[in-house]
């Protein structure tokens, strides 16, 4: 990990974190802390993006770290349902028990609920400044049907349809279940400035096709215990995967491909955005 | 009914249901089917609210439909999951299968998650108007973790305890709940003008109490064909309610002095609120 890209997103974590721990620290109740058991132990890939895009554009950090926060928390969300027994059924995430094991189902679904309910919240705050609504109007529509719901919607259809999904149909899930959040986090800062979103968002698209590709590559060859989850269930369920249409080599290939055209999108910025390239390589160098 | 009052409610629910159906009818996916089926059918009260708080602000029919059918959005979205085995466990509402028996758990869940960020993206619609940000801000309050889903939480809490609620706590747990909701619909004209929504505030504080007043005496003396619902689980649960902690005669009394108090809350609008009276008086007048 290139070390200028390492301590920036560790350092986006940690403010992303605390502001999320701050703004759930005055409630009292179970499903306050099986909220904040959600957001906590994650990378914050998608609240440094926020961050990063910010900064490009003139942003500042007080501003910004807001909606990087809601990001993060819209991301949790969407996690914690994810795992619950009518869903994936995941015991374990991020090397921990999940918020239905660690609490119960109906504190799960509450608090995904309300991690959602949040996310606008800290999108909404009058100090992201004069663009907030554009950034809730955005984010409603990168996680709803037409977004990453609509990509787990397709996913669960995916199971049991009869064939399994060619590449140009697993290309469009993923837009929808991992990529819309993704981009939305690259573009948050220049629709915060109102400036032109449109070469973050073709560094975001590229980006998130790697990043499912590179989650597709870990489920084969990552070490269950590093990425603190359970691994080959993909395979096991007989899904079609990037790595199961394209083949090891060629998903590697492809992926590399993309962080190349990543990479590309960002020369309106120049040097400004070597940690926005340093990110890209990231994703596919990672093991966890 | 109030023949002006019965005719405004109908006609607020045709508007916000077309309004949803026609948002939902370009997605070909069955969560989106299970969308329309989770806002289908209801009486539409938090959306009237929004056009007749509207109305008496001067802000365009055309603009607070928006809000409205959001609303109606984020109701549906509760109840879908409120419905979910791990939580109420019903299999019928507004006298139709629940979402999660119609199709399944896991749609049911994606289907809630969806309708809560559609209930945001049309409250941030542009033609919203200029203050489309603070309806997203008071909405995600509302929803969350310090309202509704806080509410939910205090509910479910209640229902392991040693002790059942006192009147406070249930107040409380009301004022969450179904209060914070009512609120905000009966508010929302209000916000979208700029003006000052107190009046509309106390309004709504009163009738959402005494809304949950008269769903406890339902729940015990309803009719379960009309109201299209399970009844009297609470009773049989051994939850504590205004009914089980006041008895039937005060419960009736109270929710009939929170309707005056209500009414009273209207009167720096006059004649112009008379819907919004008679709105009141329906509430606790209704047998469904």
Redesign the interface.
Known sequence: MAEGFGSALAQAGRETQALLRER?AG?D????RA?EHGVMGGKGLRGFLVLEGARLHGVTREAARLPAAGIEALHA??LV?DD?P??DDDDLRRGQPTVHVAW????A??A???L???A??L????AVGPH???L??S???A????GM??G???D??AESADAPLDLDQITELQQGKTGALIRWSAEAGAVMAGADARPLGRYAAALGLAFQIADDILDVEGDAEKMGKALRKDAGAGKATFVSLLGLEAARTRAAELIETACDALSPYGAQAGTLRDAARFVIARDN
Do not use: K, N, W
Not at 29 to 32: D, E, I, K, S, T
Not at 104 to 107: H, K
Not at 123 to 126: G, Q, S
């Open positions: 759930l409630h109740l179970p499903v306050a909220m969300y969407s349902h619950l009518a869903m119960d189902e109906a504190t679904i509450l995904g609920d309300a959602q309910s949040l606008f919240e999108c909404a705050d009058p907030r609504a554009d809730c109007l984010l409603a529509r996680g709803g049907i037409a719901v609509g787990q919607a397709r669960i259809m």
